[in-house]
């Protein structure tokens, strides 16, 4: 086992969260999705819905997964899935330290997340 990878008593997570601090076309933000299932799914993880907001900086996306994961294994996807990258170091340090609420995006108040992606995809699978 590596340094900072000990099983830490934390709750698994079904929910992963993304913070992208820039702005891209919709064509391309429907690439990403597209890129989020199948990256979830090389790791043997089924999503269920894609919702995001959209933020002063960017966007934040929030992955419903079938199965919930361990926190090192959610932060290691949220990591390949393109999360911030200072955001992925802070969240490794608050799971070894045991923080229960290690995985925060932060909303303004009365934000809606809105559907991304809900459970079918819309192209052929490959």
């Given at each position: 086992?590596?340094?900072?990878?000990?099983?830490?008593?934390?709750?698994?997570?079904?929910?992963?969260?993304?913070?992208?601090?820039?702005?891209?076309?919709?064509?391309?933000?429907?690439?990403?999705?597209?890129?989020?299932?199948?990256?979830?799914?090389?790791?043997?993880?089924?999503?269920?819905?894609?919702?995001?907001?959209?933020?002063?900086?960017?966007?934040?996306?929030?992955?419903?997964?079938?199965?919930?994961?361990?926190?090192?294994?959610?932060?290691?996807?949220?990591y390949l899935l393109g999360d911030d990258a200072k955001r992925v170091a802070f969240n490794r340090a608050r799971i070894e330290s045991g923080l229960v609420g290690w995985n925060k995006l932060f909303e303004a108040v009365g934000r809606?997340?809105?559907?991304?992606?809900?459970?079918?995809?819309?192209?052929?699978?490959?």
């Amino acid at each position: 086992m590596r340094r900072g990878e000990e099983s830490v008593d934390l709750p698994k997570q079904d929910v992963l969260k993304i913070d992208k601090d820039c702005f891209v076309d919709a064509r391309l933000n429907g690439q990403y999705v597209e890129s989020i299932l199948d990256t979830c799914k090389k790791h043997g993880v089924t999503v269920l819905s894609v919702k995001s907001t959209q933020t002063q900086h960017g966007m934040h996306f929030y992955i419903k997964v079938d199965l919930p994961v361990d926190a090192h294994t959610a932060n290691s996807l949220q990591y390949l899935l393109g999360d911030d990258a200072k955001r992925v170091a802070f969240n490794r340090a608050r799971i070894e330290s045991g923080l229960v609420g290690w995985n925060k995006l932060f909303e303004a108040v009365g934000r809606k997340p809105r559907p991304q992606y809900t459970g079918t995809r819309t192209k052929t699978e490959t």
